[in-house]
């Protein structure tokens, strides 16, 4: 592990992660949303790696991180106007394009589909690392496959130590939710993974979206998206969702269960074995605190985590999507 600034990122630390990459090797480095487990996106022996480390499905494709919008173009069969309107107006940024892709990228990338995820991500070190390497970087997060995603590098180490060659630690990253992923290759495009950029903000710029996995009927490809995948994004810790959760609070702790509380209000009163973080009301600051929230929470061991239902708002979709797929089913008092 290596410490690095993350606004003015030392050459040699970006040249020997770089280095690595160029011989084959994993490399974990932040984005501005999560950080990221990359790998020579054009090496599929390289690319291996990363499913290997993480324990991920060969179904599930993996994003490709470059330094510009040439270098995208470049591993794309075609650039529609909505990607150049995207690639302008939010990269470097959070958001993700599925286009169809170039023979160049080995299939291990898209999971055997036609289509490639490709995303400038907004960070010196993620730039600086994708130039260091001297091409794309496919980079998923940098955690075990259906965990938590890290926003910080001892995350990293939680579930990847002894698995990867090199973990740049620039400390937390700012965005703390992963990037939208929308599929370009449909009319109207489709938000295969709501993140960081909200359906608004997309639509703003290319006009109107279709939201959600696609339907049962379309043909499957390209069906491959991370709609599929229910339970993910999950600490180990059984965690529930619900609304005016002091009630359910109380409860677990009366019966003697020790209790993580992501709120957002303060408890009611001090109960034993209630562990309460207070959450930010606003969407952007919530996303940017919760990974790291539900990371204390579940290294405490605790018997439950219960999570405050935010506001039903456009703003917080990613939010309750990540909450609906690290609940567990079965709730009881157990
Ligand atoms: O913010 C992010 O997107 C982070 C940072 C590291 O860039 N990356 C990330 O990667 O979250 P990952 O692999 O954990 O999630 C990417 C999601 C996956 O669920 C995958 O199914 C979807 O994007 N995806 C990737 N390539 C795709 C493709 N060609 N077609 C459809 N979906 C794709
Ligand atoms: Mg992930």
């Given at each position: 592990m290596i410490e690095i600034d993350a606004v003015h990122p030392?050459?040699?630390?970006l040249a020997r992660a770089g280095r690595i990459l160029?011989?084959?090797?994993?490399?974990?480095?932040?984005?501005?949303?999560?950080?990221?487990l990359g790998a020579d996106a054009l090496s599929r022996a390289a690319v291996a790696g990363i499913f290997a480390a993480k324990g991920r499905p060969a179904t599930n494709p993996i994003i490709v991180h470059v330094a510009?919008?040439?270098e995208a173009i470049g591993l794309v069969a075609s650039w529609p106007e909505p990607a150049e309107q995207l690639a302008h107006r939010f990269w470097p940024g959070p958001v993700s394009l599925v286009l169809p892709k170039r023979p160049e990228v080995p299939d291990l990338v898209t999971a055997g589909g036609t289509a490639v995820a490709v995303r400038?991500?907004?960070?010196?070190?993620?730039?600086?690392l994708i130039e260091a390497a001297g091409g794309p970087v496919a980079a998923p997060s940098a955690n075990r496959s259906t965990e938590l995603s890290p926003?910080?590098?001892?995350?990293?180490?939680?579930?990847?130590d002894g698995?990867?060659?090199l973990l740049l630690d620039a400390g937390p990253t700012t965005g703390g939710l992963e990037s939208s992923v929308i599929d370009l290759t449909v009319s109207p495009p489709r938000l295969l993974r709501p993140g960081l950029l909200s359906p608004h903000e997309i639509e703003a710029v290319i006009g109107p979206i279709a939201v959600g996995a696609q339907p049962a009927d379309a043909p499957?490809?390209?069906?491959?998206?991370?709609?599929?995948?229910?339970?993910?994004?999950?600490p180990a810790t059984p965690l529930e969702c619900g609304v005016s959760t002091w009630s359910r609070v109380y409860e677990l702790c009366r019966a003697g269960r020790r209790v993580g509380w992501l709120s957002l209000t303060p408890p009611l009163e001090n109960l034993?074995?209630?562990?309460?973080?207070?959450?930010?009301?606003?969407?952007?600051?919530?996303?940017?605190?919760l990974y790291a929230a539900l990371h204390t929470l579940d290294a405490m061991r605790l018997d439950r985590i219960v999570v405050e239902r935010p506001p039903d708002d456009e703003d917080w979709l990613a939010v309750h999507d990540r909450l609906r797929r690290a609940a567990t089913r079965g709730e009881g008092i157990g």
């Open positions: 030392n050459r040699d630390a160029r011989g084959g090797g994993l490399v974990a480095f932040p984005t501005e949303t999560v950080y990221g510009t919008t040439a400038c991500p907004a960070h010196a070190v993620a730039l600086g926003t910080h590098a001892e995350h990293v180490l939680r579930g990847l698995r990867i060659d499957p490809e390209p069906a491959r998206s991370p709609g599929l995948l229910e339970r993910h994004y999950a034993p074995g209630l562990f309460t973080i207070e959450m930010p009301d606003d969407a952007k600051q919530y996303s940017a605190n």
